[in-house]
């Protein structure tokens, strides 16, 4: 005798597959009872397939970035081997070593910025997407990015252009380069948030991104044309996008904010979900909509400005990463998409920088040439293929 198995993923994830049935089906366990289940049973059983299958697929994206982590530490110009990496590990590395130098000072700090890199973008990509109901949301679709390179732009050209020295000559410069990226991110969000509010349209709202970023180049063109040589040359290689400028004492302030913003997106995980119910019914249940809204503005503003700020506008893998991970866990609970982003991303940058190592004659890529070209192609299939919103 074959019995009805209950289907996870149907509407509702409470009913059997087939049409027409009933909200009872028969025990599987022990058929000869006549007995069945309660609605609360099935719902328990649903709910226990769902986690099951999540646990799965997080172990998975975990295995296969750690996977890409080992293999990034064994990608550069300098050969050092996996039996050299663990030596490390375990302590006891020599330091007079010639690999040691390199792999302290250059190679782990680029794979730790990778991890950073990826797990920030992604999470803020997340929650814009979640903040303005918008599938195309994303730091660099809407202009976040741009925002956070023109205060980039300010600091580093803008000294310049007044007469004065280069800020980045000073023991702050790196200070700086964060405050003025977390301004500029902020502003930019801010102004897009409260357009959003009158204007619900997904194309009007991915327009004005490239509108505001078309604003912000024109104003930069202009710091460019007044700006030194030096400063010029260093601001082009910045905008290229690059994980190897970040040296460990840039890490000690780029850790402690990447986390902090990365804890906030995650103990927000409860309003997010309510969110996706629309504005009316998270305010009818009890959700203080302006303290959300201002958290995520806080939480955007900080991972999107800080990982700029250090490494140069780097694309559409804020984007990208969270509809991938939406589509693999098949829901929208933040308390899943929120650190399964943060695992995703960290994995794709880190794919993304192995490539970057492949240039011709050992020459390193731009960054953000490479997450281009693997995130475009999932941009166009998604405006193509003409895909409903997840929040609908």
């Given at each position: 005798m ?14 059997p ?34 986690n099951?299958r999540?646990?799965?697929f997080?172990?998975?994206?975990l ?10 530490l ?8 996996f ?19 390199a792999f302290?000072l ?25 903040l303005?109901?918008n ?8 202009g ?9 732009a ?7 252009v ?14 700086w380069?964060?405050?003025a ?7 930019i969000?801010l102004l ?5 509010i009158r ?7 991915l327009?004005?991104g490239?509108?505001i ?5 024109a ?10 040589a030096?400063?010029?040359k260093?601001y ?12 460990p ?5 780029l850790?402690?904010?990447?986390l902090?913003g990365?804890?906030?997106?995650w103990?927000?995980?409860k309003?997010?979900?309510?969110l996706?119910?629309g504005e009316?019914n998270a305010r009818?249940m009890?959700?203080?909509i ?5 958290v ?5 503003s ?15 893998i804020g984007?990208a990463?969270p509809?991938?991970v ?7 609970d933040?308390?899943?998409?929120v650190p ?11 794919f993304?920088?192995?490539l970057?190592n ?6 390193v890529?731009?960054?953000n040439s490479?997450?281009?070209l693997?995130?475009?192609p999932f941009?166009?299939w998604?405006?193509?293929?003409k ?6």
């Amino acid at each position: 005798m074959v019995f009805p198995k209950v289907n996870p993923d149907s509407p509702g994830g409470d009913f059997p597959a087939w049409p027409g049935a009933t909200r009872n089906v028969w025990r599987a366990g022990k058929p000869e009872d006549g007995q069945k289940m309660s609605e609360n049973e099935i719902n328990a059983a649903n709910k226990m397939n769902k986690n099951g299958r999540s646990y799965l697929f997080f172990t998975l994206i975990l295995l296969v970035s750690l996977g890409f982590l080992i293999a990034d530490l064994l990608t550069g110009s300098t050969d050092i081997g996996f039996q050299n990496i663990m030596t490390w590990i375990s302590g006891k590395a020599d330091v007079q070593e010639s690999w040691y130098s390199a792999f302290k000072l250059f190679r782990l700090p680029r794979v730790i910025t990778a991890v950073l890199a990826g797990a920030a973008l992604s999470v803020s990509g997340l929650l814009m997407q979640t903040l303005f109901r918008n599938p195309l949301a994303g730091p660099y679709i809407l202009g976040i990015s741009s925002g956070a390179s023109l205060g980039v732009a300010m600091v580093v050209l803008g000294a310049g252009v007044v007469g004065g020295g280069s800020i980045l000559a000073s023991g702050a410069g790196s200070l700086w380069l964060v405050i003025a990226g977390a301004v500029g991110a902020g502003l930019i969000m801010l102004l897009i948030s409260l357009i959003s509010i009158r204007q619900k349209d997904i194309m009007t709202l991915l327009i004005l991104g490239v509108l505001i970023g078309a604003v912000v180049s024109a104003i930069v063109g202009l710091l460019q044309y007044l700006s030194q040589a030096s400063d010029l040359k260093l601001y082009v290689l910045w905008t290229m996008g690059s994980l190897r400028g970040v040296s460990p004492n840039d890490l000690r302030l780029l850790v402690p904010l990447i986390l902090a913003g990365l804890v906030m997106a995650w103990i927000m995980s409860k309003h997010l979900n309510i969110l996706l119910l629309g504005e009316e019914n998270a305010r009818a249940m009890g959700t203080p909509i302006m303290i959300t809204r201002i958290v995520i503005f806080v939480c955007v503003s900080l991972l999107a400005g800080s990982i700029t700020a250090f490494c140069g506008p780097i694309g559409f893998i804020g984007i990208a990463v969270p509809h991938i991970v939406r589509s693999i866990f098949r829901c929208s609970d933040h308390r899943w998409l929120v650190p399964a982003s943060i695992i995703a991303g960290a994995g794709v940058m880190l794919f993304s920088d192995m490539l970057s190592n492949f240039g011709p004659g050992n020459a390193v890529l731009p960054i953000n040439s490479i997450t281009s070209l693997v995130g475009i192609p999932f941009i166009l299939w998604l405006i193509l293929s003409k895909r409903k919103s997840f929040f609908q």
